[in-house]
C-alpha cells in the first residue's frame, strides 16, 4: 500500500452548474496552494463516485480525507469509513469544506461555505476531535439487514416526504429554491400523518405523528441542542397539528425556535425504536432510503470518527 500520510486526498462534489462549479473548484486550489498544502483532488459526481473514491483513498494510506461538499456527501464518506477495521479508522482525519445545500453539519462547528481561506486554515492546524455517529439498523422490504450511519440527523415522515418532493420538483423545474417552495405548497395536499408507534428512552410514544426527527447533531433545526460526542441523540416529535400551526412551525424552524412550538415534544436518549410508522418515508443526513417496512432501531456509536473542528 502506497502511503499518502502528508497528502490530502479531497473529494469534491460539485453542486453547482459546470461553469460555477469549475470556478469553485480553481478558487479552491488556488487557496490550498497559497497554504502550501500537498493534496491530491478528485471529482465525484454521484453517490456511487462517494464511496468508490473514499475506498481509494484509504487503501492508498492517505491519512487526511477532505470532503467537499454536503451533508450527504459526508454521510456517504462516514459510512464508507466504518466498514473498515478499527485500526484503520483511527489513522484517518474526516474534515469538511461545505459545498452543499444545508451545510448543517459544517454550520454547527462554525465552517462557513463563504469564507473559505478560514475553512482551509482551520483544516491545515488539523485540530481532531474523536465524534459519535448515530446508527440506524433496519430491514428492507426484502427483509435483509441493513445498517446506516448519520452524522447529521434521521427524518421519518413529514420531512422526507419535502425531501422526495423537492428532489420530483428539481428534476423539472431545474432550481433549487424554486423546487423547494413548490415542494412546500405541494406538500399540503400530501398525507402528513403517520400512525406511530415508538420507544424513546423506557417511554412509549404511541399516536399519529407527522415527523420524527433523531439527530446525532443540529437536524435541520429540528434537534438544536443535539451534539455529537455525548452519546445521546435529541428526537423532536412533531404531533398533528392544524395548517396554521403547521406554517407556524416551519416558520419557527426557520428562525431557529422550532422547539417552542406546541406541537413539538423533545426527548434525549441513548436508544430509539421505531416499532411502527404506518409505511413513512425515511430521510437520512439528505438523502432518502425509502419507506419504513419494519422495526427500526437507532443507537450511538460513541468516539468512532476523527473529525478536523475549526481552531
Known amino acids: 500500500m502506497e502511503v499518502k500520510s502528508n497528502t490530502w486526498g479531497i473529494l469534491y462534489c460539485p453542486k453547482h452548474s459546470a461553469r460555477q462549479s469549475r470556478k469553485h473548484r ?34 492508498n494510506g492517505y491519512s487526511t480525507i477532505i470532503v467537499v461538499g454536503g451533508d450527504t456527501a459526508l454521510n456517504d464518506t462516514v459510512n464508507c469509513l466504518m466498514e ?3 485500526d484503520i479508522r483511527k489513522r484517518v482525519a474526516i474534515g469538511m469544506i461545505p459545498n452543499g445545500v444545508l451545510n448543517d453539519f459544517a454550520k454547527f462547528w462554525g465552517f462557513k461555505e463563504s469564507d473559505l481561506a478560514s475553512t482551509v486554515n482551520s483544516l491545515v492546524a488539523h485540530r481532531i476531535r474523536t465524534i459519535d455517529l448515530g446508527c440506524m439498523t433496519y430491514k428492507n422490504k426484502d427483509g435483509e439487514d441493513h445498517r446506516r450511519y448519520f452524522i447529521n440527523c434521521i427524518n421519518i415522515g413529514l420531512i422526507a416526504d419535502l425531501m422526495n418532493l423537492r428532489r420530483q420538483t428539481r428534476s423539472l ?63 423532536s416529535v412533531v404531533v398533528s397539528t392544524e395548517l396554521m400551526q403547521l406554517l407556524e412551525g416551519f416558520w419557527l424552524l426557520f428562525t431557529g425556535r422550532f422547539l417552542n412550538h406546541r406541537g413539538v415534544r423533545p426527548f434525549r436518549a441513548r436508544r430509539v425504536e421505531i416499532h411502527k410508522a404506518s409505511h413513512a418515508l425515511v430521510g437520512v443526513d439528505g438523502r432518502l432510503l425509502g419507506r419504513m417496512c419494519g422495526q427500526c432501531n437507532v443507537t450511538v456509536e460513541q468516539e468512532v470518527v476523527n473529525f478536523l473542528i475549526p481552531q
Open 84 to 86: 473498515y477495521d478499527e
Open 173 to 235: 423545474l431545474g432550481s433549487r429554491s424554486l423546487s423547494f417552495l413548490v415542494s412546500a405548497i405541494l406538500l399540503v395536499f400530501h398525507r402528513m400523518e403517520y400512525k406511530m408507534r415508538l420507544k424513546i428512552n423506557d417511554e412509549i410514544v404511541e399516536r399519529k405523528v407527522m415527523n420524527v426527527c433523531i439527530g446525532s447533531g443540529p437536524g435541520y433545526g429540528q434537534t438544536p441542542n443535539a451534539v455529537p460526542y455525548n452519546g445521546m441523540v435529541d428526537v
Open 26 to 59: 480553481e478558487n479552491l486550489e488556488a487557496t490550498l496552494k497559497s497554504k502550501n498544502v500537498a493534496y491530491d483532488l478528485v471529482q465525484s459526481e454521484s453517490p456511487q463516485g462517494v464511496e468508490r473514491l473514499v475506498k481509494m483513498f484509504i487503501n
